[in-house]
């Protein structure tokens, strides 16, 4: 119940595209809802995050989706350029215990 | 220039000896955590501390130990009792463990043969 399932494992779109990244989750105690992104050799970092009293949010070219009854969020990436290919993980969190769960990862490269 | 710096990027080990990764800090932030990255899996965490000379097991914890006697630096041994240790590890920042953004270092790569 406290995992996070994150699909595809793998992603390959052509620049300009709208590569989608979807997570579902069982805990419905979970409350916060972030999106890292990882570049090859570095630590994740921060990229949006939702909580479960709206249904979407966005910052610039990246859009969250989150859909409560079916558990599941999604990222989008609007006119997706090479420089997004990255590592992209889902997490959640609870506010009665601060650990996030990790999703497994998405790798996603944007072709030129 | 605030962050977190991991040292070193790459790490060499043979199997049976102990190794410190080093994570330091100089954002301020109260809460420190370390986790291990393995290909396609996400990040698992091994540690946390919550304020200084205070630290709680994470799920993965067995093999692994910590110290925070500064509030700037958390570091994590490797020892010989930890099955698998070649892996990819993070060093994390938050303000506080109630603060859900979590700032990484760029990682240590330990390979032990």
């Known amino acids: 119940q406290q995992q996070v399932k994150q699909s595809p494992q793998s992603l390959i779109v052509q620049k300009g595209g709208i590569p989608i990244i979807n997570c579902a989750y069982e805990n419905t105690a979970f409350d916060y809802f972030p999106w890292y992104q990882q570049f090859p050799g570095k630590g994740p970092a921060l990229l949006i995050a939702?909580?479960?009293d709206v249904s979407e949010k966005k910052e610039g070219r990246f859009t969250i989706s989150f859909n409560k009854s079916a558990k599941q969020f999604s990222l989008h990436i609007m006119d997706s350029q090479p420089g997004d290919s990255a590592t992209y993980f889902c997490a959640a969190s609870m506010d009665s215990n601060y650990q996030l769960i990790w999703g497994a990862g998405t790798k996603l490269i944007i072709k030129p | 220039d605030g962050g977190i710096t991991q040292s070193p990027k790459y790490l060499f080990r043979k199997e049976g000896q102990n190794v410190t990764l080093s994570c330091e800090q100089n954002l301020n932030h109260d809460a420190m955590y370390w986790y291990r990255q393995d290909p396609g899996q996400g990040l698992r965490l091994i540690y946390y501390s919550q304020i200084v000379n205070d630290f709680q097991k994470g799920d993965i914890a067995e093999g692994y130990s910590v110290s925070r006697e500064k509030k700037e630096s958390f570091p994590l041994t490797v020892t010989s009792a930890q099955k698998n240790p070649t892996a990819f590890y993070l060093c994390?920042?938050?303000?506080?463990?109630?603060?859900?953004?979590?700032?990484f270092g760029p990682g240590t790569r330990l390979t032990v043969t």
């Open positions: 939702i909580r479960p």
């Open positions: 994390a920042s938050s303000w506080a463990l109630s603060s859900y953004e979590q700032y």
